[in-house]
């Protein structure tokens, strides 16, 4: 069974910094892409940083230039630093995983990280 669990989010002040981890248990015979994705109340989850098996990242507009997404092969952890955030940027920030397992194709969600931008 896979699983996915997300740390490192809380509560920073505008301009700040945080560097969430999502590790992954369980087998898997290969991955599509690994990505973050994030929902603020009242709003649709939304893509905001995605990474390839090739390694090919890809961001979400607001967040260009001030999130980095990269991942560790060996500790099967993807992270997702973020500079500059603002108030905007907070919301549950979930960790995500389409995966080729024992039963074919399958995507994986982690159970979520707050992510609260105040001052």
């Known amino acids: 069974q896979v699983q996915l669990v997300e740390s490192g989010g809380g509560l920073v002040q505008p301009g700040g910094t945080l560097r969430l981890a999502c590790a992954r248990s369980?087998?898997?015979?290969?991955?599509?892409?690994m990505g973050w994705y994030r929902q603020a109340p009242g709003k649709q989850r939304e893509l905001v940083a995605g990474?390839?098996?090739?390694?090919?990242?890809n961001y979400a507009d607001s967040v260009k230039d001030r999130f980095t997404i990269s991942r560790d092969n060996v500790k099967n952890t993807v992270y997702l630093q973020m500079n500059s955030l603002k108030p905007e940027d907070t919301a549950v920030y979930y960790c995500?995983?389409?995966?080729?397992?024992?039963?074919?194709?399958?995507?994986?969600w982690g159970q979520g990280t707050q992510v609260t931008v105040s001052s």
């Open positions: 995500s995983i389409r995966a080729l397992v024992s039963t074919g194709w399958r995507t994986y």
């Open positions: 369980g087998t898997i015979f290969s991955f599509n892409t």
């Open positions: 990474i390839s098996s090739d390694g090919s990242p």
